[in-house]
């Protein structure tokens, strides 16, 4: 089992940043794909971005692509979301997801565990 706990979320203006972080429980974590959801009043989960197991590999949404980074260090259990030039529609709760699949990565069925969450808020 995995335990994902994520951090850093908060209030920003548009045009800022902000970095996400997922810590993971387990000495697992490198035989995990990484990902990140996020969730908007009203709206379903949607896709942001995934890492592969070494890292080599990326994925993101077209919507977020150019401005948010993933990266992941194994060594410390963690994968991480550099989010810049935030607009206010990427206002959501952020989930970080762990899964052992091979495809369909950027879809919330690959992935086996989740975090609680974490607030980002983008003012205009």
């Known amino acids: 089992q995995v335990q994902l706990v994520e951090s850093g979320g908060g209030l920003v203006q548009a045009g800022g940043s902000l970095r996400l972080s997922c810590a993971a429980s387990?000495?697992?974590?490198?035989?995990?794909?990484m990902g990140w959801f996020r969730q908007a009043p009203g709206k379903e989960r949607e896709f942001v971005s995934a890492?592969?197991?070494?890292?080599?590999?990326?994925y993101y949404a077209d919507s977020v692509k150019g401005r948010f980074t993933i990266s992941r260090d194994n060594s410390k259990n963690t994968v991480y979301l550099q989010m810049n030039s935030l607009k206010p529609e990427d206002t959501a709760v952020y989930y970080c997801?762990?899964?052992?699949?091979?495809?369909?990565?950027?879809?919330?069925?690959?992935?086996?565990?989740w975090g609680q969450g974490t607030q980002v808020t983008v003012s205009s």
């Open positions: 997801a762990a899964s052992r699949a091979i495809v369909a990565v950027t879809t919330t069925r690959a992935y086996e565990y």
């Open positions: 890492i592969t197991r070494s890292g080599g590999r990326l």
């Open positions: 387990g000495r697992t974590f490198s035989s995990y794909v």
